[in-house]
């Protein structure tokens, strides 16, 4: 784990077509530098990257991800169960996320980060939104570890809000968990990482909706970049 002594240039859109999402970010991250918040689709928006969430096989046939592999095309589905298969044995983890190349000029690369296991699962009782954001943004410090500066910009929608039945203010918290985290850390694996999420956000349940949890690493286990 690698502790970042200097802010992200990272340029975050954040844009989702259904309203609540859209004012519970504006609520959670209005004390955030450098976010960008807007109504509309992820299709819309200029980016090196856009994140979508996923399951844990990468069918891409449902929710955000249909509408993704109907505009880049359907090589873009196999590319991502191509690296599925190739780095975590043909099934990824919720707290993990695979980054490939999009085929198109932009978005250059979509992050496929799973919040369920399976296509429409209800997730609204699970840490899923927390791990799935911590993922794409950690998949983000990758692949811009294999190439400097490959990814400068990064456009999310609302994780788990829809198919995944989360309520707003609380995927719009959670994803702010996710965002902080990266701006402090980066993870040499997805299984600290979702070790590390999960201990500090159990029993977040018990909290009121409106509460944003901060994860702090176990400072015993950074190390200096």
């Known amino acids: ?104 000029a932009a978005p250059r690369f979509l992050i496929s980060t799973p919040t369920m296991e399976r296509s429409a699962q209800n997730i609204s009782a699970t840490m899923n939104t927390a791990l799935a954001c911590a993922a794409a943004f950690q998949a983000i410090h990758r692949q811009n570890q294999r190439a400097p500066g490959s990814i400068t910009s990064v456009a999310l929608v609302g994780m788990g809000a829809r198919t995944g039945r989360v309520p707003p203010r609380v995927c719009a918290n959670l994803m702010w968990a996710g965002y902080t985290l990266f701006n402090d850390y980066r993870f040499d694996d997805y299984d600290e990482l979702r070790a590390t999420v999960l201990a500090q956000l159990d029993d977040i349940e018990n909290a009121p909706e409106d509460k944003r949890v901060r994860i702090e690493p176990p400072k015993r286990r950074a190390s200096r970049r």
Not at 28 to 57: H, K, M, Y
Not at 93 to 103: I, W
């Open 1 to 104: 784990m690698t502790v970042n002594r200097f802010p992200s240039p990272l340029r975050v859109v954040l844009t989702d077509i259904n309203d609540n999402v859209v004012e519970a970010w504006r609520s959670a991250f209005a004390d955030t530098p450098g976010i960008e918040i807007r109504n509309g689709s992820i299709l819309d928006v200029q980016a090196d990257a856009w994140g979508s969430p996923t399951n844990s096989r990468g069918r891409m046939d449902g929710g955000l991800d249909a509408v993704v592999r109907m505009h880049l095309g359907a090589g873009i589905q196999l590319r991502v169960q191509r690296a599925i298969r190739d780095e975590f044995g043909g099934r990824l983890p919720v707290g993990a996320a695979v980054c490939v190349p999009s085929g198109a």
